[in-house]
């Protein structure tokens, strides 16, 4: 847990999620992050009992990169409150097969989540409970067979940049539940939480953070000067 931290003080934890970790618990019992932010807090500062860690927002299991950790109450109401007032930038890469035309855009559609399945459908605006989902996308780097794409989500829907990726046919690599037609051998998607820029909730400071892609060959070779 120590070597994916990206930022700390005493209220919140920034992390560099690697993919296949779930952020928290689901049917499959797994160890989830906030189990381990818990343990690392109270291993790290010998916090004796239970340790306080909250989670204003997620990142799905098989995706990578940065999450916020509340380490205190007042931090968890009020970056939960800046993430629904649409005060935090969130920056993703994605890697896909298949090109975006044109080479930048705004993508809208209308999102429903179908719990049943954990999937996320697009249908037709004012259908009923689908909502309205948005994000920007610009062409980064051309790659042997493959596309790098940044995203910047306007609205934060269920799987959304999954769902509308796959829904202009371009599923993100290694995504089979989108359309991918094979899947990583790692279990991941090429899909990476890459930079989030908002107001520190009790400094006033302004944070910017980045964090690095896995290590494999083609996140590698994304981050090659051109």
Not at 41 to 67: A, E, Q
Not at 194 to 210: A, C, G, L, S, V
Request: hydrophobic share 30%; with cysteine.
């Amino acid at each position: 847990m120590k070597n994916w931290i990206l930022y700390e003080d005493n209220h919140i934890l920034i992390v560099n999620k690697p993919p296949k970790i779930p952020v928290q618990g689901d049917k499959t019992g797994d160890t989830t992050l906030l189990d381990l932010g818990k343990e690392y807090i109270k291993k790290t500062y010998n916090k004796p009992g239970n340790v306080y860690l909250g989670l204003p927002h997620r990142i799905d299991r098989p995706t990578s990169g940065i999450v916020i950790l509340s380490k205190t109450s007042k931090s968890l109401s009020r970056i939960t409150k800046m993430f629904r007032e649409k005060n935090i930038e969130k920056t993703y890469w994605a890697i896909v097969n298949n090109e975006i035309k044109p080479e930048s855009g705004l993508l809208t559609h209308f999102l429903k989540k179908n719990k049943r399945l954990n999937k996320s459908f697009v249908g037709k605006p004012k259908q009923e409970g689908f909502v309205k989902a948005e994000l920007n996308y610009t062409l980064k780097r051309v790659l042997n067979n493959y596309f790098l794409y940044e995203i910047l989500l306007i609205t934060g829907r269920h799987h959304q940049i999954r769902t509308q990726l796959s829904h202009v046919g371009s599923p993100i690599k290694g995504d089979i539940k989108y359309g991918a037609k094979r899947t990583n051998k790692d279990g991941s998607i090429h899909l990476h939480s890459r930079e989030i820029k908002f107001i520190h909730p009790t400094k006033n400071e302004k944070i910017k953070i980045q964090a690095p892609p896995p290590n494999d060959s083609i996140w590698t070779a994304c981050l090659q000067k051109k």
